[in-house]
Each structure stands twice: as structure tokens, then as C-alpha cells.
């Protein structure tokens, strides 16, 4: 699996499934034209450009490159790259019909053409074995999650984090995920409630 220290910015739940196959990396959804309303995942990719650095991996097509342009726009300071695929024509195996344009989505990319296009785009990657990550059971264990308090304890920690407060319980473990291995994460918590 690769490991890539920059947080992954793609358009829909299906491109993030198959990049999980591929990466080790946070990976976020604008949920297509979603993300020109949605301020909390602005701010969390915002937050992400200047901490970690974004990658932008959208479709080729039309829609594809109006949310890379206007995340461009949107996201002023950081590290930004962007992450082309080619074109490629055919349909994706979910669907009826190929997309209005007939190229395949990031999701309907064969596994070799994206770590091309992760090589081509100068991303350092490194093959890794995966480790132990901090899991939601460690979240209801810190009283992050599941009970009672715990919106507002995982709001405490986010803000002394330094990230958005809007996070549900699942993004939150993601993007401690990025942040910190889970050693480092007991060892905070204990330190929180010692």
C-alpha cells in the first residue's frame, strides 16, 4: 500500500473506495458541485493545504476540472497540487451508461494508471506496511464518541487541535488518523486525563 502524507481531495464516495484500495492517505469528498456550499469542508481542506498539503485528483471532464478550478480558487495558502488522469473512454462497471463525455472517473481507473498519475504529478510515496490506527473503539474509549459528553469532549479536542469543530465523530477519526499514529493518540489522551 502507499503512503502519501498529503491529504487526497476527490469528487465522490466511489473515487474514495478506490483509492482506499491504493493509499494510505486521508482522502475527502466534495460530493461533487456539493463542495461550492459546504464552508466546514472548505475549511478542513483549507486546513489541510497548509498543514499536510492537498492533492486534487477530479475526473477529466468537464465537471472534474470546475471543481479543481474553483477549489483552486477557493483554497489560497498551502500546499496545492493537482493530479491529472487521462483519458480514458469506456463506462464504469456500476453504471448503465458511460458519462455524458464516455471517459472513465477516477473510480473506473486501473490501479497502475493512478500511481502513474501520483509519479507523474511528483508525489513521494513510500511503500508501507500498515500499522495499528487509532479506531472508533479508541473514541468511545477517550468518551470521544458513543456517550454521553462526548460531541462536546470531541469538540474541546478539535479546537485545541486546531480544526474545524463541525466534524462528526467518522471524519474526526480520519483526520486524527493523518495527524498522529495511535500510540501517540493514547499517549495524548492520557495525558488529557491524567
Known amino acids: 500500500m502507499l503512503t502519501i502524507r498529503q491529504a487526497i481531495i476527490v469528487e465522490g ?3 474514495k473506495i478506490k ?3 491504493l493509499v494510505r492517505a ?3 469528498q466534495t460530493n461533487g458541485f456539493g463542495i461550492f456550499k459546504d464552508k466546514e ?3 478542513l481542506i483549507r486546513w489541510y493545504a497548509k498543514t499536510t498539503g492537498i492533492l486534487i485528483l477530479t475526473d477529466s471532464d468537464r465537471a472534474g476540472f470546475r471543481i479543481r478550478s474553483f477549489l483552486r480558487s477557493a483554497v489560497t495558502e498551502g500546499d496545492i497540487r493537482n493530479i491529472y ?3 480514458v473512454f469506456g463506462k464504469e462497471r456500476r453504471k448503465e451508461h458511460p458519462s455524458a463525455e464516455g471517459k472513465l472517473g477516477v473510480e ?3 490501479a497502475a494508471v493512478l500511481r502513474e498519475a501520483f509519479r507523474k504529478a511528483g508525489v513521494l510515496t513510500e511503500e508501507v506496511p500498515a500499522g495499528p490506527r487509532i479506531t472508533k473503539t479508541d473514541l468511545y474509549l477517550a468518551g470521544l464518541s458513543g456517550g454521553p459528553g462526548s460531541a462536546e469532549a470531541r469538540r474541546a479536542l478539535q479546537k485545541e487541535l486546531g480544526l474545524p469543530t463541525m466534524l462528526s465523530a467518522n471524519a474526526f477519526l480520519e ?3 493523518s495527524m498522529m499514529t495511535r500510540d501517540e493518540f493514547l ?3 492520557s495525558g488529557r486525563q491524567g
Open 85 to 87: 488522469i487521462p483519458d
Open 26 to 28: 486521508v482522502i475527502l
Open 108 to 110: 473506473g481507473m486501473e
Open 13 to 15: 464516495k466511489y473515487d
Open 187 to 189: 499517549e495524548m489522551i
Open 175 to 177: 483526520v486524527l488518523g
Open 41 to 43: 469542508m472548505l475549511d
Open 19 to 21: 483509492l482506499d484500495q
